[in-house]
C-alpha cells in the first residue's frame, strides 16, 4: 500500500492501495482554579460536575491556560487542533517538548509536579499509559457513549483518541521503494533505517516491532519474531539507532523511517526530500493513541475541557484530514457527522488489520523490556 499526500501542507491525504508539548511557581489550588461556581476542577468526573458544559468552559477560561506535551504541530494535525482550541476558547496553550516519549510525558509529570509548568494533559502509547495509572484522573467525556468499551479505562482514566497504519517513510532518492522486510536488510539501507525512539518507551517504536512480528511469522501474542528481525536489521549494519524527527528527515541523516502513516506522510512536504510512504503488503497495523488528564493537573478544568474538544466532531475530523482514523468514526459516520471528502481521501482501514488488545500490549511491553536491550546491544 503507498500512501501519498494531496498537495498543500494542510491537505487531506490520499490513500492508494497498490498491494494487499512560564514559570516555575507553585501552581495555583484547583478550587481557585474551577471558577465562581466553587466547583473543585480537580475531582470533576464529567461536565454535569461543573452544572453543565457552559459553566466548564468559564472555569476553564477562568483558568486561561492549557499545558500539553509532546504534540508535535505536524503529528495527527496537532497544530491546527492547538490553535482550534485556542480560537473557539480563551485559553492559551502552552506546548511543551513537542518530541519527547510517552515515557518522558509521565517523567515530566513527576519532576514538575505542584509546578505551573507541569502537564495538564497526556497523549500516551498504550504500553506507556497502562503502566501509569496512578498519574491519571477519571473523567468522561460528553461523547463517552460513543466509544467502544474496550476503547477506555471504564472509569475514565484514558480513552483512545486516534490511530494510524504503521508504515515506512523513505527518501527516494536515496533508497528504492521497500516491498518487504527482507528488502530492508539489502546493501541499499546500510546505515539508514530508523523508528521513532525507543521501544520500551515510545508507542510508534513498539509499534515497529509489532508491525516486523506480524510480518515476520509472529502474532499479537508473539512479538519475538519482531525483536528478531530488528537484531539481524542490526546486524547487518543497517539499523539506525537515531530518533527521527522533521530536522533528520529534511537533512537527510534518516532516510528510512517506520512511522505512523500520518507522521510520515506529514513528512513528505519536506521541502528538497521526496519522500515516500508505503504500507508493506500483508498484515498491517493499527495503534490508538490515549488521551488521559493529570491527575496534579495546574490547570484542571482547562484539562476537561480539552478532553472535551478532541472527543468532539470537530477535531475527530481533524484527525481524520491527517490521515488517522479517529476513536468515534463509526458513530460519526452513523450520525452523518463525518467529513466525508476526508474520509473518502483516506479511505477506510485495511480489512487485514490488527489493533493489539490491552492485555497483548502489556505483555509486548514486558517482552520488549526483557529482550530488546540486548537484542540491538
Known amino acids: 500500500m503507498a500512501l ?16 494487499a508539548g512560564c514559570s516555575s511557581s507553585a501552581a495555583t489550588p484547583s478550587a481557585d482554579a474551577a471558577g465562581s461556581g466553587g466547583v473543585d476542577a480537580a475531582t470533576a468526573t464529567s461536565a454535569e460536575d461543573f452544572g453543565g458544559f457552559d ?113 515506512i517513510g523513505y527518501d527516494a532518492a536515496a533508497v ?24 520500551t518507551q515510545a508507542g510508534a517504536a513498539a509499534a515497529a516491532v509489532q508491525l516486523a512480528a506480524l510480518q515476520n511469522g509472529g502474532s499479537a501474542d508473539d512479538i519475538e519474531p519482531g525483536i528478531d528481525f530488528f537484531a539481524e536489521l542490526n546486524d547487518a549494519g543497517n539499523f539506525l539507532p537515531l530518533d527521527p524527527t522533521p530536522a533528520t528527515i529534511a537533512s537527510g541523516e534518516t532516510p528510512v523511517v517506520f512511522d505512523w502513516s500520518y507522521n510520515n506522510l506529514a513528512a513528505a512536504e519536506t ?30 478544568a482547562a484539562a476537561r475541557l480539552w478532553q472535551e474538544f478532541v472527543m468532539s466532531d470537530t477535531v475527530q475530523n ?21 467529513d466525508e471528502a476526508a474520509l473518502e481521501a483516506v479511505g477506510e482501514p485495511p480489512a487485514d488489520l490488527v489493533q493489539f488488545s490491552t492485555e497483548q500490549t502489556e505483555a509486548a511491553s514486558a517482552t520488549l523490556a526483557e529482550s530488546w536491550a540486548q537484542a540491538i546491544g
Not at 181 to 199: C, H, R, S, T
Not at 319 to 333: D, F, I, K, N, S
Open 176 to 199: 528504492d521503494e521497500p516491498t518487504s522486510l527482507d528488502d530492508l536488510l539489502g546493501e541499499g539501507y546500510k546505515g539508514k533505517v530508523a523508528i521513532n525512539g525507543d521501544p
Open 271 to 300: 521541502e528538497g526530500r521526496d519522500w515516500k510512504v508505503t504500507v508493506l503488503p500483508g498484515t498491517a497495523l493499527g495503534s490508538y493513541y490515549n488521551q488521559a488528564i493529570n491527575v496534579d493537573a495546574p490547570h484542571p
Open 318 to 338: 481533524l484527525y481524520l484530514e491527517a490521515g488517522a482514523y479517529p476513536v468515534r468514526l463509526q458513530a460519526m459516520m452513523e450520525a452523518g457527522t463525518v
Open 55 to 167: 459553566q466548564l468552559v468559564a472555569a476553564a477560561e477562568e483558568e486561561g491556560e492549557l499545558n500539553v506535551i509532546a504534540l508535535p504541530e505536524t503529528w495527527a494535525n496537532y497544530g491546527e487542533i492547538i490553535s482550534a482550541f485556542e480560537d473557539e476558547y480563551d485559553i492559551t496553550v502552552n506546548s511543551a517538548d513537542p518530541d519527547v516519549s510517552s515515557a518522558e510525558e509521565i517523567a515530566a509529570a513527576e519532576n514538575l509536579k505542584g509546578q505551573d509548568t507541569a502537564p495538564d494533559v497526556f497523549d500516551l502509547g498504550s504500553a506507556v499509559a497502562l503502566d501509569s495509572l496512578d498519574y491519571f484522573a477519571p473523567y468522561k467525556v460528553q461523547t463517552w457513549d460513543d466509544i467502544p468499551a474496550d476503547h477506555k479505562e471504564e472509569s475514565g482514566k484514558w480513552v483512545y483518541d486516534y490511530t494510524g497504519l504503521m508504515s
Open 4 to 19: 501519498r499526500p494531496a498537495l498543500g501542507a494542510a491537505a487531506l491525504l490520499t490513500l492508494s492501495v497498490t498491494l
